[in-house]
């Protein structure tokens, strides 16, 4: 049975990504998007050039409330995707995220609530509400850190501690998503993704690493490594997330309110030079030149998913490998310079 979805941020990254499965299946969606991420407009002219008139865009943001509440009467699931994303941007501008991060996703929760639809709700949360991490031991090997006490990751039981202003803007979010379900029956979902990346992401210094060092192999752009690069990530391909949003979205009224860590797990780990470097290297087919700078604030020396609730209880696994993956995002920024000039 076709639903009708609406997507905020849904030209950026995930959000494009995602609408193009939707519409590719026969789905009712709309795009609800302020057009002001970097690539978001090449992505959506993507979406009409594939879709043609299918496509449906609200310009709008998600801290305007009454041209959010309008957008979302009559949906049957909401996939909130909008947000800034950086620490960087967070610690520097901290009122600027509060509103969009925290207001934004108060706003997308009442405005469902008040719909009168009773939507599903995704939340697209993240890995930086469970903080620093200082307290969680770990170890320094050749070309990685690894965790001393979790060898299958940070499980969802882990005492929240936001740390930086974007895991407290992001955290909140995740909190008033999660307790919308309990207090107003919504049925919810909360998603606490790991590193995302894959074909559409126009990464940045800031925010969407693998991508951005991908886009700087390719364009003969400066990379700078924060810290010492032994840094460990579990990362996900887009293609697997989506995946998990399907499953989620299929469940949440029968468990509303669940919240679920999203990432590569263990077996999708990658420190994010002294590892990732060799990979791109041996793809771009050069000696990539890099600089240092000193640790940013609230980098987790490691961060890996325990994925293992969203087995049990999504049936989900991660299916494409950091090499794939990572050759696959290689392909699409090689094949598409005019984006990247």
């Given at each position: 049975?076709?639903?009708?979805?609406?997507?905020?941020?849904?030209?950026?990254?995930?959000?494009?990504?995602?609408?193009?499965?939707?519409?590719?299946?026969?789905?009712?969606?709309?795009?609800?998007?302020?057009?002001?991420?970097?690539?978001?407009?090449?992505?959506?002219?993507?979406?009409?050039?594939?879709?043609?008139?299918?496509?449906?865009?609200?310009?709008?943001?998600?801290?305007?409330?009454?041209?959010?509440?309008?957008?979302?009467?009559?949906?049957?699931?909401?996939?909130?995707?909008?947000?800034?994303?950086?620490?960087?941007?967070?610690?520097?501008?901290?009122?600027?995220?509060?509103?969009?991060?925290?207001?934004?996703?108060?706003?997308?929760?009442?405005?469902?609530?008040?719909?009168?639809?009773?939507?599903?709700?995704?939340?697209?949360?993240?890995?930086?509400?469970?903080?620093?991490?200082?307290?969680?031991?770990?170890?320094?090997?050749?070309?990685?850190?690894?965790?001393?006490?979790?060898?299958?990751?940070?499980?969802?039981?882990?005492?929240?501690?936001?740390?930086?202003?974007?895991?407290?803007?992001?955290?909140?979010?995740?909190?008033y998503v999660r307790d919308y379900a309990r207090i107003y029956n919504l049925p919810t979902v909360v998603l606490r993704q790991s590193c995302i990346y894959g074909p559409r992401q126009f990464g940045v210094e800031d925010q969407g690493w693998v991508a951005w060092f991908v886009i700087a192999a390719i364009t003969g752009r400066p990379i700078t490594i924060y810290g010492d690069g032994k840094q460990v990530r579990d990362i996900l391909y887009v293609e697997d997330l989506l995946n998990a949003y399907d499953l989620a979205i299929s469940q949440a009224k029968e468990k509303p309110g669940r919240v679920i860590n999203v990432g590569g797990g263990p077996l999708n780990t990658i420190s994010i030079w002294h590892e990732f470097g060799p990979m791109l290297e041996e793809l771009a087919g050069r000696k990539l030149t890099v600089s240092r700078g000193e640790w940013r604030p609230g980098d987790q020396a490691v961060f890996i998913s325990d994925i293992r609730r969203a087995g049990k209880e999504l049936g989900w696994v991660p299916k494409i490998s950091p090499r794939e993956g990572i050759t696959r995002l290689f392909t699409w920024v090689s094949d598409h310079p005019e984006y990247f000039k």
């Open positions: 049975m076709t639903k009708k979805y609406l997507v905020t941020g849904g030209a950026g990254f995930i959000g494009s990504n995602f609408v193009h499965r939707l519409l590719s299946r026969g789905e009712d969606v709309i795009i609800y998007d302020n057009l002001s991420r970097s690539g978001s407009r090449i992505n959506l002219k993507w979406l009409r050039e594939t879709f043609g008139e299918k496509v449906q865009l609200v310009q709008g943001d998600i801290r305007d409330f009454e041209k959010l509440a309008t957008a979302i009467r009559g949906v049957d699931v909401v996939t909130h995707l909008a947000a800034q994303v950086a620490v960087t941007t967070s610690v520097t501008n901290p009122r600027e995220d509060f509103e969009i991060n925290a207001l934004g996703t108060f706003n997308v929760v009442e405005a469902s609530r008040l719909s009168g639809s009773n939507p599903v709700i995704l939340y697209a949360s993240t890995n930086k509400v469970y903080g620093g991490m200082e307290e969680v031991r770990t170890r320094e090997m050749s070309t990685r850190y690894e965790y001393a006490d979790h060898p299958l990751g940070i499980p969802e039981t882990l005492g929240l501690d936001f740390h930086s202003p974007y895991g407290c803007s992001k955290g909140t979010g995740d909190q």
